[in-house]
């Protein structure tokens, strides 16, 4: 079964059950996304698995100040506040993690902050881990701890977009398939197994 594109969350997802093993990120996407995406205050974007919901993230917009970013960040900036982009949350089904989907949702994640970009300034996307592992998680990914703030992670968004660039597989197709991997990603969005 293939993992559709994330979609804008509307009526008709089926949020209950969702259990990412985090309880804030379920009860956030179950109790407080709709109204978070018809307010304007938070948009939800959903990846869908045959009715079930196999990963969502939001994104909202805000701005931070310059002693709260990294070097590279502030860097060409002076002393004016940061325009970024929040990638507020971003979860994964305990039945789907493992499968990239996460990596998947990220990817998207900074498509669409470019397509932000294009209409407004931005500087980076910042996030907030829930935790050590989350962290661990972006980390990897290139977002820099805030100098001056726990728990604020920072990827500038030049850095941002190599990410999208296609790299050597590490793992073969057929290796990807075998663990129910994501079989290929592409502007169009997130294409996986799940
Ligand atoms: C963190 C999370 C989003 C990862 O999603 P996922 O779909 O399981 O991750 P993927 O399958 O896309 O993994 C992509 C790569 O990141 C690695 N990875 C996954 N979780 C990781 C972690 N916590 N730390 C470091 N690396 C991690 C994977 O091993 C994989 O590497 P590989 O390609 O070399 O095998 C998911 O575990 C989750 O939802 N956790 C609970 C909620 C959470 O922590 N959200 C984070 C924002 S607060």
């Known amino acids: 079964m293939a993992c559709g594109a994330p979609q804008a969350l509307d009526a008709g997802h089926p ?7 985090r309880p804030a990120l379920n009860e956030w996407l179950v109790r407080h996304a709709r109204q978070a995406h018809a307010s304007g205050s938070a948009r939800t974007y959903v990846v869908v698995d045959d009715q079930r919901i196999a990963g969502y993230f939001s994104l909202s917009v ?13 860097k060409e900036m002076g002393n004016y506040p940061i325009p970024v982009v929040i990638l507020a949350r971003l979860a994964v089904s305990l039945a789907h993690q493992g ?47 805030s100098p001056a703030r726990e728990q604020q992670l920072i ?15 590490r793992r073969s197709p057929a290796e990807a398939a075998s663990r129910g991997g994501v079989s290929s990603w592409g502007s169009e969005g997130v294409k996986g197994s799940c």
């Open 99 to 145: 499968r990239g989907i996460g990596v998947g949702m990220l990817q998207e994640a900074i498509r669409r902050t470019l397509a932000i970009s294009d209409l407004a300034g931005v500087r980076a996307l910042l996030t907030h881990p829930i935790d050590e592992a989350a962290e661990r998680f972006y980390v990897r990914f290139g977002f820099e701890a």
């Open 155 to 169: 990827l500038l968004l030049k850095d941002a977009r190599r990410l999208l660039a296609p790299v050597p597989a």
């Open 15 to 21: 949020l209950d059950g969702f259990d990412c093993g």
């Open 62 to 74: 805000g701005q931070i100040d310059s002693l709260e970013a990294p070097d590279r960040v502030r």
